[in-house]
């Protein structure tokens, strides 16, 4: 199995205990902690503003609006007023991990049932489901294809999978006791990956 290289990481933060989703809107990266979504400035590695709304697991930005999983369901936030605009109920009922947005729906992230939802963004209807094999956490596409993490035991892994059948068509491991909560790619070659309760954001490669 090839290896993914860490090649930068941000953090810990002050007052943040963990880091769950993460999401990149071409600009910032925007990671959930809990009672908050923060906007973290990748050139100077600060965090720049936080917005106070539950935010548990997966994030994901669709161009325009967040979408954050809050316990059993999955808020829509519009991004420079902080308000909720909608709430759909998710796919796990408060199992949920990862979150990510690609051909007009949602794709989330089942944890222990291992399993990835594509779903409505209005209604949370699931449309279809892949299996995995492994606990999934992060979710996110590039360059067309739907990538996810899993973080099983103290092993962790990226994933390039089928989007349509669930096939793993590339498995990057990560280095021994680094685990990945949220995920999400910068479009290009890199990914930005939620660390759990090490309080971190972490820059990866998988080349």
């Not at 519009?78 to 947005?101: C, F, H, N, Y």
Request: charge should be negative.
């Amino acid at each position: 199995m090839k290896q993914a290289s860490i090649v930068h990481e941000y953090g810990p933060f002050p007052d943040i205990e963990a880091v769950h989703g993460v999401s990149h809107d071409g600009k910032n990266v925007w990671f959930a902690s809990g009672d908050k979504l923060n906007v973290l400035d990748p050139e100077s590695g600060k965090i720049t503003r936080s917005i106070p709304v539950a935010a548990d697991a997966g994030t994901a930005f669709d161009g325009r609006y967040l979408f954050q999983i809050a316990g059993a369901s999955i808020q829509k936030i519009d991004p420079e007023t902080g308000r909720v605009l909608k709430s759909i109920p998710a796919p796990g009922g408060g199992s949920d991990s990862g979150l990510a947005w690609a051909e007009g729906k949602l794709w989330v992230g089942q944890y222990r049932e291992r399993k990835i939802h594509q779903i409505d963004p209005d209604t949370g209807a699931v449309l279809r489901t892949i299996e995995s094999n492994r606990f999934v956490t992060g979710v996110t596409w590039l360059n067309g294809e739907l990538w996810h993490a899993t973080w099983e035991g103290d092993e962790s892994d990226l994933r390039r999978i089928d989007a349509d059948t669930g096939e793993v068509k590339e498995k990057v491991a990560m280095p021994a006791g680094t685990g990945i909560s949220g995920l999400e790619s910068d479009g290009r070659d890199r990914f930005f990956c939620g660390s759990g309760m090490a309080g971190k954001v972490r820059v990866v490669r998988t080349k």
